[in-house]
Structure formats: structure tokens, C-alpha cells
């Protein structure tokens, strides 16, 4: 399901600031938009609220064998698109850490993917599963969650897998991975479309794996719950009838 990146109100006067000053990832890019669109608000301060998700179960799988990373959306991945990416970079990790890959979802270039795999010398490390209806069990049961993406609407997987508890690597792509894990503080960011800076944070999300404990990872996604995204409306909605009054 795709969300928007964050709905958005004006609120107050903020004198003296462009509306993108200071704003980073989907922020940014909403003001940007917000000032092609709308100059008046040069002077008007923008209010963004994310968009809910529903709220997580604990799927309850247990994790086994070698480090497993999961990752997801293989429609259309090709050798220059996000899978071959992806695969590119887990075969230099895996020539010096044993590790399994597991790719969830399909695509016209699912074929492609395999061959490259291949190609790659990755066969035995890598499993294509196809659709998965329910990938959540799949995200809690992984060593890491790992987004390769060159855009993002919002990026709700990235969500989903902190809410299983699962440490998370994701390309700081537009436009949204760097708001939700909070330019790093939550999992680590990588440049997009480069393998050889991807590789090495396989490895580093198990290394550092004390810095995202389950806990930790489950409360960021809760500031992305339906509960959450309706309390900031209530909040926004209360300024702004203040604001009129006074």
C-alpha cells in the first residue's frame, strides 16, 4: 500500500524562512513542492504529519543457520535496476562472511535476476520466493531487512521491518528512508546504485547489532502508527484553532 510522504497544513508565521530551509528527505520535498506551487507561503510556516500504518504482531519465527537478510519489491529489477544492485553487493559480502539472501516478490525481470545471480557465482547463497501475501514473518525470522531502492514513495517496508524488530540497511534514497530511521539514528543509510558501499553494511548491521535492539526498533515504528499519525492531526488541528482565536 503506498502512503503519501506527509499531508500538510499551514500553520502560524515564520518570518524571514523558505519554506525548505533546514528540511531533509520527504520533508524537502514536499516544501519544494509546496513553494513551486504556492509562493504565498513565503511567509507560512508548513506543518507535516506522516501517514499511519497498521499496528504490527509479533509473526514469532525463530532465526537459524547462516545470517539471513530479506529483501523485497522485485517488479521490474534488472541488472542496472535495485535487484541487480542488491545482488551485486551481497556477492562481495558473501565472499568473506557466509550469508543467505532471500528476495520476496516478482517481476518481468525475475528471470534476469536469476541468471545474474548466477552469473555472480551467488546461487547457493541466494532464494527467489516469489509472491508472499504476508512477508511479515519473513522480516521478524531475518538478521536484517535490506532496501535497495532508487526512489521511495514513502518507504512503509522500511517501517514494517523495525516493527518485527529487525535491524534495518537502506539505501538514503528519496524519499523517505532518511526521515524514518532519522538520517541513521535507527539503521544504517547507504548511497544508492553503488554495490561497493552497500557490501560492507551487511556485515556492520550484525556487528553493531547491540545499537538496534528490538525494543528500540519497535518504538520508532510506533511514531509511524495509526495512533500516532491521528494524535499529530489532533495536535495540528487544536494550533490551529488556537491560532484563529487569539
Not at 502508527?225 to 492531526?233: E, V
Amino acid at each position: 500500500m503506498s502512503v503519501p510522504p506527509r499531508n500538510s497544513a499551514r500553520r502560524g508565521q515564520v518570518r524571514g524562512r523558505r519554506p525548505g530551509d533546514g528540511a531533509t528527505g520527504a520533508e524537502s520535498d514536499a516544501r519544494r513542492l509546496g513553494w513551486a506551487l504556492f509562493p504565498v507561503r513565503l511567509f507560512l510556516g508548513v506543518t507535516f504529519v506522516y501517514g499511519g500504518i497498521q499496528k504490527l504482531s509479533d509473526p514469532g519465527f525463530l532465526r537459524a543457520g547462516a545470517p539471513t537478510y530479506i529483501g523485497t519489491q522485485l517488479r521490474g529489477f534488472a541488472n542496472g535496476t535495485p535487484g541487480g544492485f542488491l545482488l551485486r553487493a551481497f556477492a562481495i559480502h558473501v565472499r568473506q562472511r557466509p550469508s543467505r539472501l532471500m528476495l520476496l516478490g516478482t517481476g518481468p525481470m525475475l528471470d534476469e535476476l536469476r541468471a545474474l545471480a548466477g552469473s555472480l557465482g551467488i546461487t547457493d547463497h541466494v532464494a527467489f520466493e516469489g509472491f508472499v501475501r504476508n512477508p511479515l514473518p519473513y522480516m521478524r525470522a531475518a538478521d536484517a531487512f535490506v532496501l535497495s531502492s532508487r526512489s521511495e514513495g514513502f518507504g512503509n517496508v522500511l517501517v514494517e521491518a523495525l516493527g518485527c524488530g529487525t535491524p534495518v540497511v537502506s539505501t538514503d534514497c528519496p524519499h523517505g528512508p532518511s526521515d524514518i530511521l532519522a538520517h541513521g539514528k535507527f539503521g544504517i543509510l547507504v548511497p544508492p546504485r553503488d554495490p561497493e558501499a552497500l557490501a560492507p553494511a551487511f556485515g556492520r548491521i550484525l556487528d553493531e547489532r547491540a545499537a538496534w535492539p528490538r525494543e528500540r526498533l519497535q518504538a520508532r515504528a510506533e511514531a509511524f502508527s495509526y495512533r500516532a499519525c491521528a494524535d499529530q492531526y489532533a495536535h495540528l488541528f487544536q494550533s490551529l484553532v488556537w491560532s484563529a482565536i487569539v
